[in-house]
């Protein structure tokens, strides 16, 4: 329930445009990172352990990690960097 309530706290800061709220976002987003890898990690090595196939979920989760990563990224992009005060 933690990471969940994580979540919706960082989806209503996205409302808010100043800076710390920007930074609080980010901060949930790069624990979201840690969490994606984590799991994969998990899952691919107990697949990998019981013979299983394990290159879709490695390709699945890879990629929404890559995605959350991104997401921190765009923090930085000049739109984002305006709109929150990020100078």
């Not at 989760?61 to 100078?87: H, K, P, W």
């Amino acid at each position: 329930m933690i990471p969940l309530a994580a979540v919706v706290v960082a989806l209503a800061l996205l409302a808010v445009r100043r800076p710390w709220a920007a930074r609080v976002v980010q901060l949930t987003l790069a624990l979201g990172v840690l969490e994606w890898c984590r799991t994969l990690f998990r899952l691919a090595g107990g697949r990998i352990r019981s013979g299983r196939p394990f290159v879709r979920l490695v390709i699945i989760l890879g990629v929404v990690t890559m995605l959350a990563v991104f997401s921190i990224l765009a923090f930085q992009a000049d739109g984002l960097r305006r709109v929150y005060g990020l100078d």
